[in-house]
């Protein structure tokens, strides 16, 4: 048995029980610990009947509380439907560096093709986490899928924090992290014609955060935007974080969801992180992402 099975069992037990039943919609759950796909909802739709839509709206929000990411498939809506929905969690952000698609700033473009010299979202991250207020939610519709692959991986960052010691969560629970988007941002989104900002946003964010709705405590450090641990020795720090890299990245944290077209997924950027698959080159994957603003993290 390698060392890591050997620590299994409590350790990586998921806290959250099964709920009270849902009325407006059904909620398969992908795994027992992240992810649910959602039937009986019809976004279009949603977005102008108001009297179903709040039931449902609050349905779906605790159905992401309790799953973290949740999948609509089959969800044919236009850009102007995909904003009303984002528009129905909070005001929508808008990413500092890249592109959108058609006149609103909201609709993020998402697309890769035999051309592109990348695909958005290939590492782990939590998105915008450099923001002084990251978003809270992210909402992406796939319109187009390649053949095979272009799947998206997510990860329970209450089940990481969980998993750590209790040695471990007390070191943890004072320190900040320093998140930067200059490194990340600068000249990324070149190949379609978009000029870099002066600058780019950076924060510093508890190691730790407690999330508002749950209240439950969420590893918040990523690959993506993460540079250093502030207020400890630069070498110390870098262990630190290559160390709870790869304990967040720990398949046991992790759902896997296979887009079909016009499938959404709803993930929480506050207690899951999130890595794109570009493993379909040279097939096309198209799509449009709205995102949702958040809060400081605390
Ligand atoms: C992202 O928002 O990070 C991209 C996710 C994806 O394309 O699956």
Known sequence: MSSL??????????????????????????????????????????????????RQIDEIHRALAENLVIF????????????AFGRKFGELHIHPAAPHEGDDPALMKIYADKDSPRANGEGWHSDVSCDPEPPMGSILHIRQCPPRGGDTLF??????????????????????ALHDGEPIYRGLYANYGVADRPSYPSAE????????????KALYVNRGFTRH???????????????????????????RFR?????????????AQHRAMWDYWPHTRAGTRVTIKGERPV
């Open 72 to 83: 609509f498939r089959d969800q044919h809506i236009t850009p102007q439907q995909h904003l």
């Open 229 to 255: 641990i502030v207020g400890i020795p630069r070498d110390e720090s870098d262990a630190m974080l290559a160390y709870l890299y790869q304990h967040a990245e720990n398949p046991l944290f992790q759902c």
């Open 5 to 54: 099975s050997g620590r299994q069992g409590p350790r990586y037990r998921h806290l959250a029980g099964e709920g009270e039943p849902y009325e407006t919609i059904g909620v398969e759950k992908l795994t027992p610990i992240i992810g649910a796909e959602i039937s009986g909802v019809d976004i279009g739709a949603m977005v102008s009947d108001d009297i179903r839509s709040n």
């Open 155 to 176: 990860a329970n960052m209450y089940a990481a924090y969980d998993a750590l010691s209790d040695r471990m969560k007390t070191y943890l629970g004072g320190l900040t």
């Open 259 to 271: 887009w079909t077209e016009n499938a959404v997924a709803f993930w929480d950027n506050r207690c």
């Open 205 to 216: 964010h508890p190691v730790i955060r407690t999330h508002p709705a749950t209240g439950r």
